[in-house]
């Protein structure tokens, strides 16, 4: 089975084609950095105008690269939630109405779940059960896995998700949006030893998260510390340094602890935060000393892309599952609520 997936959520438009045994046949992002950039933030009438005009084109695109004609695909997947609901119409209509004029089943996609499963699409692929911490600009979630739609919430962001902070941080440090990858570039140049930022709720049992202290902490030792320094740019790169360490602890402490709890050996890191190089490092070695091993997708399938909603797409049609011809996005989706496939 050859599926189309289609992911318009926010401000990239990702476009792919997967096929049941010979995996990723072509795969291509557009992303809207350029013209949110001004603004210093996605601006979702915006979002939704450019997947209008990049969509369609991305389709032909990787049908030409894979060299198939339309009527060789078999289902076509889309994102339908949770997401700026503007861009999410584009991509679902355009999903929807491909399907019904090529005759082939239609699979709305959880956001998360495209996430979630895009581990799966690399090798060695992590066999079932594991636990995932998803951590994207929207969410930051852990969750123990059991089975394709099989998920119990462990914890979650009660305020800002991990790359939401890392935006507003980058924000209050003058970084240029997207401020994720700005603030961790930053960070490799500060002194780890020079500050040290609390690591929010890790003194207490649980499994939830909380990062916009972590902020406004951040705003205060800038505010502070900048007056004070002969050399501000240091400072600057410091205190990123400080903010990622604190984030990456946090998180390190929270998968570890999911682990021990579930009594799971392997994790998978997905969403956009999953690229980041300093987290990475620190996961591997701390989930290896406890005898677990780590699973990611690589870089570019971290961040939002075509792949993991055709591959999470294809899981659900191959179960027969697929969506009548309405289709309806939803900009809120409780991941709980996805029944197994
Ligand atoms: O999964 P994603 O592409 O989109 C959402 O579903 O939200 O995640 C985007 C988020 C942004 O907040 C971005 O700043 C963050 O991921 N991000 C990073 C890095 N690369 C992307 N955060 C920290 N370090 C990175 N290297
Ligand atoms: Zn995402």
Same mark, same amino acid.
């Given at each position: 089975m050859r599926v189309l997936g289609i992911e318009t959520s926010c401000d990239e438009t990702g476009v792919a084609i997967f096929e049941e045994r010979q995996g990723l046949l072509a795969h291509a992002v557009y992303s809207q950095i350029e013209i949110h950039a001004e603004y210093g933030g996605v601006v979702p009438e915006l979002a939704s105008r450019d997947h209008i005009r990049k969509t369609l084109p991305l389709i032909h695109q990787v049908l030409d690269e894979a060299?198939?004609?339309?009527?060789?695909?078999?289902?076509v997947a889309f994102t339908a939630g949770p997401g700026l609901i503007g861009a999410l119409l584009v991509g679902s209509a355009?999903?929807?109405?491909?399907?019904?004029?090529?005759?082939?089943?239609?699979?709305?996609?959880?956001?998360?779940?495209?996430?979630l499963l895009a581990p799966l699409l690399e090798t =060695?692929? @992590?066999?079932?059960?594991?636990?995932? !911490?998803?951590? +994207?600009g929207g969410h930051t979630l852990l969750v123990d896995v059991i089975g394709i739609g099989r998920y119990a919430i462990l914890g979650e962001s009660l305020d800002d998700a991990a790359g939401e902070a890392f935006d507003k941080t980058a924000k209050i440090l003058e970084l240029p949006y997207p401020g994720g990858p700005a603030l961790a570039k930053l960070?490799?140049?500060?002194?780890?030893?020079?500050?040290?930022? =609390?690591? @929010?709720?890790?003194?207490?049992?649980? !499994?939830?998260? +909380?990062?916009s202290g972590l902020k406004t902490f951040t705003l205060n030792t800038l505010k502070t510390?900048?007056?004070?320094?002969?050399?501000?740019?240091?400072?600057r790169a410091d205190?990123?340094?400080?903010?990622?360490?604190?984030?990456?602890d946090t998180l390190v402490i929270k998968c570890r602890r999911a682990l021990r709890e579930t009594g799971r050996t392997r994790l998978i890191l997905a969403g956009g935060v999953s690229a980041n190089r300093r987290l990475r490092e620190r996961?591997?070695?701390?989930i290896a000393a406890e005898g677990g091993e780590t699973f990611y997708p690589r870089p570019e399938l971290c961040t939002d892309n075509g792949a993991m909603i055709a591959f999470a797409g294809l899981q659900r049609l191959r179960a027969g599952q697929h969506e009548p011809l309405?289709?309806?996005p939803r900009a809120r989706w409780p991941m709980g609520e996805l029944s197994p496939a």
């Open positions: 060299d198939l004609p339309p009527d060789s695909i078999d289902g355009i999903g929807r109405s491909l399907a019904w004029g090529w005759s082939v089943p239609a699979i709305g996609v959880h956001h998360m779940e495209g996430h =060695p692929a @992590p066999d079932f059960p594991f636990v995932a !911490l998803l951590v +994207s960070a490799e140049q500060g002194d780890p030893e020079r500050f040290r930022f =609390p690591r @929010p709720m890790t003194d207490r049992p649980g !499994l939830d998260f +909380s990062f510390e900048l007056v004070a320094s002969n050399d501000p740019a240091q400072t205190i990123a340094r400080a903010f990622e360490e604190a984030v990456v996961m591997n070695r701390a309405v289709f309806r």
